[in-house]
């Protein structure tokens, strides 16, 4: 079983939709969480971190329910350039690099 | 800005040949990493180092080994290319967050 778990997607919405994207972590270690968004053919970029208490960074919500292991992330009023896949990364205590979910690709239409 | 540079964005090689990809950060981070992007399955950690000379192996380090004579460059090595060692190669820098170059889409033929 993978450790961090994410749909593939892809996710097709129209422009200004909301959609929202869960990722599971499977170990209880799990102690740092962040959303990075990949481009195609590009690098990964961190979109933000997710605190205990959920964040917010304009359209961009994610929020964390350590009882059930997952973070989300909500995007409002979808853009064409969201265009992209979401990765899901998680720090491990003990371990010093991250750990990444597959991603999920979302598709926003016109 | 933290900048990471690999050397190549593309690469074209034969099976058999000894491959080197290389990576060079300018923000004096200790720790740097290799990772390999493959469709579905995700990025995997192939080896990080915390320091120069210091290495660990990550979750696929099988086929390749890694050198860090210099804090701000980390090379990637592929002893004996192979066809399944075909990938998008990521090289990255510092832990949280983690700062990545552009990447290498590997091709061995």
């Known amino acids: 079983r993978k450790e961090v778990e994410q749909d593939p997607g892809p996710f097709n919405v129209p422009e200004g939709a909301t959609v929202a994207f869960n990722c599971t972590y499977s170990?209880?270690?799990?102690?740092?969480f962040f959303w990075y968004r990949q481009d195609c053919r590009k690098e990964p970029k961190l979109l933000m971190s997710v605190y205990s208490s959920g964040n917010e960074d304009g359209r961009f919500t994610a929020q964390l329910n350590r009882a059930s292991q997952y973070i989300s992330l909500l995007i409002r009023d979808s853009k064409l350039s969201d265009s992209a896949t979401y990765l899901c990364v998680v720090i491990i205590t003990g371990r010093r690099a991250l750990t990444f979910g597959s991603g999920t690709r979302l598709q926003v239409q016109p | 800005d933290v900048k990471v540079t690999q050397s190549s964005r593309y690469l074209v090689k034969r099976t058999g040949e000894k491959v080197f990809l290389e990576c060079v950060q300018d923000?004096?981070?200790?720790?740097m990493f290799w990772y390999r992007q493959d469709p579905g399955l995700g990025l995997r950690l192939i080896y990080f180092?915390?320091?120069?000379?210091?290495?660990e192996k990550g979750d696929i380090p099988e086929g390749y080994s890694v050198s860090r004579e210099k804090k701000e460059r980390f090379s990637l090595i592929l002893e004996s290319a192979s066809t399944n060692q075909t990938s998008m190669y990521l090289c990255?820098?510092?832990?949280?967050?983690?700062?990545f170059g552009d990447g290498t889409r590997l091709s061995i033929l």
């Open positions: 923000m004096d981070h200790e720790n």
């Open positions: 180092s915390y320091d120069v000379k210091m290495k």
């Open positions: 170990n209880s270690a799990s102690q740092s």
């Open positions: 990255a820098s510092s832990e949280r967050p983690q700062h």
